[in-house]
């Protein structure tokens, strides 16, 4: 049984159909990778895991419950599943440190004392020791991308989505954000990733799928999708992408 | 008495096609050559002018500006009404009237700013208090427990402060209406009014009101005199002033008042 | 050679200091020529004199400042009572019209309603129609005092317009920070009030503060039904004294109050934006 299964998951907003049917396995400890033109429906389809969006027809499956059926409490399961954006989308009147104790204070119902230890190593382990106390628009986009992910590691989640985090950066703080999935990665955790560093998918990623219309296309190891695309689409979309 | 306005009317008749005399004290001093313009209130009200209709020289006010604009020699058709506010009347500046005629209370400040003719009228302060109060003895004392109301523009204000000193905070109005509506939601029991004022407003505005008692006209620090309201230096004051005095002297003035006025010798006087 | 002079300024900073100099001469200068055509000019007008007597009478104000000081006590109580209520009432309206939950439905509907009638209605009326119209109903002392149902006027009526501010405050703040939030596993409930209520109140600080000062001023529709507040009592003096420098002097002491209000908001707007800096 995989940490989390999507079945036929399909997604519409009105009469266009963003997901169209996607089935998907990622076992524990794996790091999926999505890649995909603008507009695939990469994003959404990690919204739906997160349950931030209802989904139409399908189901999700984590460790083998599924958590899709409609009218369930998406509370509980979003606590299990942490979720990382590309615009960061830290909340700018709290500090770095109040960003991240404000969820475990109020859903595990933790004091501050509590978690201070827990959330101060979180901040060490990523090179945020001296940023605690900032305010988001004090720090650098990096920066702020790294307590996005301090604050997701905070409710201590299961799964980790992450939604092209490092295209809303300038290029010399990629590194940095990416250094820290595969710290992540190192430490045995599940992580579906929507991303266009494709350099990065291929060193990093177990699986890639290669979504267009709202469709896996193509999935595989790096090394086969990258090197030996069997699709005309993913072909194209590679060369592109790899220009 | 209804002779003698008959009589005035007249006299106005007479003089209605003869353009004023060069000998006349007014000539020459009014706004309009000729004419001679009153300003009324906005509604004016009973008993000081009838159904709100000047022109008819029904009502005290009425009958006694058409009395004096005789004397002065002034046909009934060359008096022109207008209306005006008391802050239209004090602001400085050119007026729309040559006199101003609204139950105006002379008092020495007030004369500084603007000119008053002698008085036309006396007004006795009176105590109308609200359904609920009919059965206060007019008596001092117990007035002063009462919760007092007023119209914040009227003599009645320092009235009040001077002669009943109320125990409580008095509670003020803009206008006679809106002390109807405080009685009416039992928020005040009473207020000063001049009497003719209270007279009418028990009788027709304020359901089961009651005027229990009347102040002396001399109550007070000073005298409430109703005066005709004149811009600061108007030289047709003086003529204004002798023919209220000739109606004083011939009787004219107290007449009109019996006619008008109420006999108000039934209210009783406050010990 | 040029450093030397300067006593060690950039070419920059010189330049920058003649032009600061310059300016503050042009400012100085132009702000004289106003104030002495104001002085002189205006009281060579033919009616200057009595204007002056009867709005800016000095013994007139100084007879009826005192007790229009007393009287804007009354003022300030109705303004120390109905700011609070108005922000609490506004608030709850605000969150009542944005209540997604069906059991919510009649609230909501309230809340629209409410909003649009009393934003729809001069406040005045509403200070009438309450102010006598419930005590009329037979309520016993005190409990018809024009105080407190005219409060209640000021409170309704304001709440409506506050309860707008804050539901565009709400909407003021971007729905990615509710998708955060949402994400974290955080209720609706503690989105609202840990996320998207600080940043909303936080972003209508200067519009509510408008709304105070507007309070501050309306609070005088209240003589209208008895209260002898400020205004009312300026009229009293006006009436008595048959000149219109007591409404002056009831200026000045708004002024006073709201002036310093103002600054003070437009301080703390400024000092927050220097701060998240
Ligand atoms: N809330 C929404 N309402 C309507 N349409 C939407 C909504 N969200 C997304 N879409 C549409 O769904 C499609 C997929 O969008 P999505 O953001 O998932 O693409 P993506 O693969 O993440 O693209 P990108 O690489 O640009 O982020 C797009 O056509 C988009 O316009
Ligand atoms: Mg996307």
Redesign the interface.
Known sequence: MAKLELRRVVKRFGDTTVCNGIDLDVEAGQMVCLIGSSGAGKSTLL?CI?L?EPIEDGEIFLDGSDISIPGLD???V??????V?Q?F?????MTALENAM??PR??RGLSRAQLQPEIENLFEKFGLADRMGN?P??LSGGQQQRV?IV??LA?RPEVMLFDEITSALDPQLVGEVLDVLLLLKQQGMTMVLATHEMGFARQAADKVCFLKDGRIIEEGPPSALFDTPQMDETKAFLSRALK | MTRIFALAAVSCALMATTALADGHCAAGKTMTEGKFTIATGNPAYYPWVMDDAPESGKGFEAAVAYAVAAEMGFAADDVIWVRSSFDEAIQPGAKNFDVNMQQYSITPERDEVVDFSTPYYSAPMAVLVSPGATDTPATLAALKALKWGGVGSTTAVSKLADIVQPDGDVLLYGDNADVNAAMSANQIDAALFDLPTALFLSAVMIEGSKVIGQFPADAGDDLDQFGMLFEEGNPLKTCVDDALAVMTDNGALAAIEAEWLQDTTGVPLIK | MANDEAGGLSRRERYEKQQRRRSSLIAAASTLIVLVALVVLVPMAPGWEKVQKSFFNGAVLAKSFPKLLDAFKINLMIFAWSAPAIAVLGLLIALARDAKSPALFPLRIFGAAFTDVFRGVPVILTVYLIGFGIPGLGLPRPWNSPYIWGSLALILTYSAYVAEIFRAGIDSVHHSQRSAALSLGLSERQVMRDVILPQAVRNVVPSQMNMLIALQKDVSLLSFIGPVEIFRQAGVFKSLLANFTPYVGAAIIFLIVTIPATRYADYLMARQTRERR
């Open positions: 919204r997160n931030l998406p509370q509980s979003r606590g299990r599943i942490g979720m954006f615009n989308n830290l909340f700018p009147h404000l969820a109020r859903v305010y628009d004090q996005a604050r997701a409710m």
